[in-house]
């Protein structure tokens, strides 16, 4: 089981920044791809950046160049830094991780809001 707590939320400016922080309760290595979707009201889940222990990140084309994906093994935690945010930025963002041994099973946090304004 792993367990998953964001923060970082909150309301900016447009063109502002923020970094959302999820910390995992278990080590990093055990957690073979972490990641942050966000969900904008009345709108699916979207895949925002992943990486992996290996290095590899991947973000969607609406975030590249202006979002960062992170991860700080010493403190269990990755993160998300946010730069020049629009007003289409704004949802609530979870993270996720997912384990693969037989099967793959994801782990999400409560969510944190984003709020960037006009």
């Known amino acids: 089981q792993v367990q998953l707590v964001e923060s970082g939320g909150g309301l900016v400016q447009a063109g502002g920044s923020l970094r959302l922080s999820c910390e995992a309760s278990?080590?990093?290595?055990?957690?073979?791809?972490m990641g942050w979707y966000r969900q904008a009201p009345g709108k699916e889940r979207l895949l925002v950046a992943t990486t992996t222990n290996g290095g590899r990140t991947n973000y969607a084309d609406s975030v590249k160049g202006r979002f960062t994906i992170s991860r700080d093994y010493a403190k269990n935690t990755w993160y998300l830094q946010m730069n020049s945010l629009k007003p289409e930025d704004t949802a609530v963002y979870y993270c996720?991780?997912?384990?693969?041994?037989?099967?793959?099973?994801?782990?999400w946090g409560k969510g944190t809001l984003v709020t960037v304004s006009s």
């Open positions: 278990v080590n990093l290595f055990a957690i073979n791809i």
């Open positions: 996720n991780a997912r384990r693969v041994t037989i099967n793959a099973i994801d782990y």
